[in-house]
């Protein structure tokens, strides 16, 4: 393990030159991914603040010797004021897909100009709240299936290697040295030149599977039973046509077949938004099937099983 001092070292000392907002379960994966690759990172601050550093832990069930032994180490936290900002030529917004605007936001006025701004989240929506915003700056969209267990504030544990894809949405284009470091940092990840695409196909998975495991309270699993197809196939069905009138062809067969893999290769766990729901936590809903009904609405079009589910799951939340 490399030592606090090194690693101090390394970094110089100074302001990294990338910056994660959000320090969640998977901010503080990607924020793991990048140190371990060497590359300078730190968390930036919600509030102004002076430069501190932060201590973290990190360990794996996923490897090919899991250990529960925790990796340690520390990065910066970065204060909020634009002399600490400056060199910043990235920023990775790790937060819920409805923090995203009120997360940023704050920051548009003393973030360079040509920082590259790159969401990771799940569902779709913010970019196109962000993108009139940008005053120029670039922006990338990325979607990730690594899986990750938040043990305490400061403390993950990595359970699954799932598939990061990132890519290009507006705006001047990432540095082609930032994104080949993203890429080789973060394991089975890529770059690929039609983000839009995979993100409706993983808005997919997480439409079908995320409202019917909350609101039938039951693991992935169960929906591969005969009395769920008919309402995966609407979904898929609605999602499929909506997407088409954005622009975006994607494959009905292909799109079904993913959603019973996924449901097949994680039968046994919950969905973010069953444990969302149990844990009577704000979802992302209205990033998910709801965003499906909104695009609908603007094609002056009707989705009416995901409008279903995306109100029960409203009803849910309304009773916490």
Same mark, same amino acid.
């Given at each position: 393990?490399?030592?606090?001092?090194?690693?101090?070292?390394?970094?110089?000392?100074?302001?990294?030159?990338?910056?994660?907002? *959000?320090?969640?379960?998977?901010?503080?994966?990607?924020?793991?991914?990048?140190?371990?690759?060497? $590359?300078?990172? =730190?968390?930036?601050?919600?509030?102004?603040?002076? #430069?501190?550093?932060?201590?973290?832990?990190?360990?794996?069930?996923?490897?090919?010797?899991?250990?529960?032994?925790?990796?340690?180490?520390?990065?910066?936290?970065?204060?909020?004021?634009?002399?600490?900002?400056?060199?910043?030529?990235?920023?990775?917004?790790?937060?819920?897909?409805?923090?995203?605007?009120?997360? %940023?936001?704050?920051?548009?006025?003393?973030?360079?100009?040509?920082?590259?701004?790159?969401?990771?989240?799940?569902?779709?929506?913010?970019?196109?709240?962000?993108?009139?915003?940008?005053?120029?700056? =670039?922006?990338?969209?990325?979607?990730?299936?690594?899986?990750?267990?938040?043990?305490?504030?400061?403390?993950?544990?990595?359970?699954?290697?799932?598939?990061?894809?990132? *890519?290009?949405?507006?705006?001047?284009?990432?540095?082609?040295?930032?994104?080949?470091?993203?890429?080789?940092? $973060?394991? /089975?990840?890529?770059?690929?030149?039609?983000?839009?695409?995979?993100?409706?196909?993983?808005?997919?998975?997480?439409?079908?599977?995320?409202?019917?495991?909350?609101? /039938?309270?039951?693991?992935?699993?169960?929906?591969?039973?005969?009395?769920?197809?008919?309402?995966?196939?609407?979904?898929?069905?609605?999602? #499929?046509?909506?997407?088409?009138?954005?622009? $975006?062809?994607?494959?009905?067969?292909?799109?079904?077949?993913?959603?019973?893999?996924?449901?097949?290769?994680?039968?046994? /766990?919950?969905?973010?938004?069953?444990?969302? %729901?149990? #844990?009577?936590?704000?979802?992302?809903?209205?990033?998910? /099937? *709801?965003?499906?009904?909104?695009?609908?609405?603007?094609?002056?079009?009707?989705?009416?099983?995901?409008?279903?589910?995306?109100?029960?799951?409203?009803?849910?939340?309304?009773?916490?």
């Amino acid at each position: 393990m490399q030592s606090h001092r090194e690693h101090d070292s390394q970094l110089g000392l100074g302001s990294p030159d990338i910056a994660i907002l *959000g320090a969640g379960a998977v901010g503080q994966l990607i924020c793991h991914q990048l140190w371990a690759s060497g $590359i300078s990172v =730190g968390f930036l601050a919600r509030e102004p603040s002076t #430069h501190l550093w932060q201590t973290l832990s990190f360990s794996t069930t996923c490897s090919a010797s899991p250990s529960t032994l925790a990796e340690q180490y520390r990065v910066p936290i970065i204060a909020t004021d634009s002399d600490s900002l400056a060199k910043l030529r990235l920023l990775i917004v790790c937060v819920k897909a409805y923090q995203v605007m009120e997360a %940023v936001t704050p920051f548009l006025e003393t973030l360079p100009k040509d920082c590259h701004i790159l969401l990771l989240h799940n569902g779709m929506g913010p970019h196109l709240a962000l993108e009139p915003l940008l005053d120029g700056r =670039g922006l990338s969209l990325g979607t990730t299936s690594q899986g990750v267990l938040r043990q305490s504030t400061w403390q993950i544990t990595q359970t699954g290697q799932g598939l990061t894809q990132l *890519g290009h949405f507006t705006g001047p284009e990432l540095e082609i040295g930032l994104s080949k470091a993203l890429i080789a940092a $973060i394991p /089975n990840s890529e770059w690929v030149e039609a983000i839009i695409p995979c993100l409706w196909q993983k808005l997919a998975v997480n439409a079908a599977i995320n409202p019917l495991t909350a609101i /039938n309270q039951c693991t992935n699993g169960k929906l591969a039973e005969a009395q769920f197809s008919a309402m995966i196939t609407d979904i898929l069905d609605e999602l #499929h046509w909506v997407a088409e009138h954005d622009g $975006i062809l994607l494959d009905k067969s292909y799109l079904q077949q993913r959603v019973y893999q996924v449901i097949q290769l994680t039968a046994e /766990n919950f969905s973010s938004m069953h444990q969302d %729901v149990a #844990h009577k936590r704000r979802t992302e809903i209205d990033q998910i /099937n *709801g965003y499906i009904c909104e695009r609908a609405r603007v094609h002056n079009l009707s989705a009416p099983t995901n409008e279903k589910v995306w109100q029960q799951i409203k009803q849910l939340e309304a009773k916490y």
